[in-house]
């Protein structure tokens, strides 16, 4: 009797010890679920998840906008020569006189004609109307014009003048042809009277060359009106390869 009471005091025993075994396995395993699942809430990535989520792309990284450079406060425009007008005119052109026509003389009965032989008349040619104002030409340096320029210029400037010294008026408007031959270059300018201000109201300039050169009498100015007729006489001048006098200085004063 007594052993069968033990026997069944050992099965109670045994069962209750698998109920808290299992018990206790239930409630690890309960835990481990629990503790797994806040792991996948947290990062769905780990390594035991079966089913990891797709792979998100790389974040796209915009680089900062660029700072634009800084320029100066002010910009200075620099100062640029006034071109000179350029043009090129037929030969100076001569008007001729009209010769009147022949006067067929009368004969009375009875008398011979004398034939007298006559010669064609002289060609006409205008008086000038200008000419070179006294003192002039002369000669300065392109220092005094053209700072920017140096010793770098060869040029004959100058204005053109009434009578009493006024700066002529600019309608119509004036031209001084320049020709001749320097340094073995032909020289053939037109320059417009009233486009070269630092000379005068009524100023002119024609650049001649880069550089100062010597020369006699081998080049010319004259004064022409709009269609190219002469109103003064050719005026030659010298140059000089000197950096005092690169600049020919010419006057055409109306002639009383």
Known sequence: MAKRTRRRGAGRENKTALFWLFGALFLVGTLCTVGGCTVLMVNPYAGFNPFPPPTLPPTIE??????PPLLPP???????????ATATFTPT????????PTVTPTLLPGTTPTVVATAPGPTATPLPRFGAQEGTPAYQSSRVFHPEAGCNWLSVGGQVLE???????????LFVLVRGLLNGQPVDQLALVGMAAQFGPAGFEVQLAAQPVDSSQ??????VDINGYALSDPI????HADCDRNVVVL??????
């Not at 030659?236 to 140059?239: C, G, R, S, V, W």
């Open 74 to 84: 002010t910009w200075t425009p620099t100062a640029t020569n006034t071109p000179t």
């Open 236 to 239: 030659f001048f010298d140059t």
């Open 251 to 256: 006057n055409f004063v109306r002639l009383p």
């Open 218 to 223: 081998a080049v010319y100015a004259q004064l």
């Open 163 to 173: 009578a009493d010294g006024a700066p002529v008026a600019a309608d119509p408007p």
């Open 93 to 100: 052109h001569t008007p001729t006189a009209t010769i009147p």
């Open 62 to 67: 915009i680089p900062p906008t660029p700072t």
